[in-house]
């Protein structure tokens, strides 16, 4: 069961262009998200997170959307960069109790930004 | 701030042997940190979460005899694989998630990974 879905395994934008990953979620338990960038052979990055109070983050070029209601988030980048070219992950989380979090990644879309 | 390290990056080894993976965080002091296990193009899957100063809580399916955690200070936790197999050849990476920051309290930052193959 998988409670974090990125449909899109891959997506290809011309530079200068806006890039829109997305990201849906079927656990309405989870109260924050975040966004992770990957390169291969390396551990992720952070890039930007939302807490489920609200709808909307922005830093920098990126830019966080979430709709609660139709359980969807969305990543923003522009205008992309070629150096942005690399795996996002999205990840939601959830309280478990005895102090910790629990969290679940998407299974990540390869972005490819072309000069 | 908030930087995770890993030791070693890459590791090679005979089967059968073990190997301890060290996970610390160098500017922070983590209260709780996890352990993942990336195979190719594939998503992260968490094996374990670690609450320092106690036992690790690991994911359905992951053996806890074979993937030994241990998270005795606020910043550093270890993964040992113990009679390592060619089957636990993977990419592991831990992280992180940072005590006092604010708004951040929830953000996992990560390690760089170590690949680990087994012969």
């Known amino acids: 069961d998988q409670q974090v879905k990125q449909n899109s395994p891959s997506l290809s934008v011309q530079e200068g262009r806006i890039s829109i990953l997305n990201c849906d979620y079927t656990n309405s338990m989870f109260d924050y998200f975040l966004w992770y960038k990957k390169y291969p052979a390396e551990g992720p990055t952070f890039l930007i997170s939302i807490s489920s109070i609200k709808d909307k983050n922005e830093d920098g070029r990126f830019t966080v959307f979430l709709n609660k209601s139709a359980k969807h988030l969305s990543l923003h980048i522009v205008p992309s960069q070629p150096g942005d070219s690399a795996v996002y992950f999205c990840a939601a989380s959830a309280w478990i109790g005895s102090g910790t979090y629990k969290y679940i990644f998407g299974t990540g879309t390869r972005l490819k930004v072309l000069a | 701030g908030a930087v995770v390290s890993q030791h070693p990056s890459r590791v090679i080894c005979k089967s059968g042997t073990s190997v301890k993976i060290e996970c610390r965080s160098l500017?922070?002091?983590?209260?709780?940190m996890f352990w993942y296990r990336q195979f190719p193009k594939q998503s992260l899957m968490l094996m374990a979460t670690?609450?320092?100063?106690?036992?690790?809580?690991?994911e359905q399916g992951v053996e806890k005899d074979k993937f030994l955690i241990n998270h005795a200070s606020l910043t550093l936790s270890t993964l040992t694989v113990t009679s390592a197999h060619p089957e636990d050849s993977s990419f592991y990476i831990c992280?992180?998630?940072?005590?006092?920051?604010?708004?951040?309290?929830?953000?996992?930052?990560f390690g760089p990974g170590t690949r680990l193959t087994v012969l």
């Open positions: 670690s609450n320092e100063g106690s036992k690790a809580t690991y």
């Open positions: 992280s992180a998630r940072d005590r006092g920051r604010g708004d951040l309290t929830y953000t996992q930052y």
């Open positions: 500017d922070f002091q983590a209260t709780t």
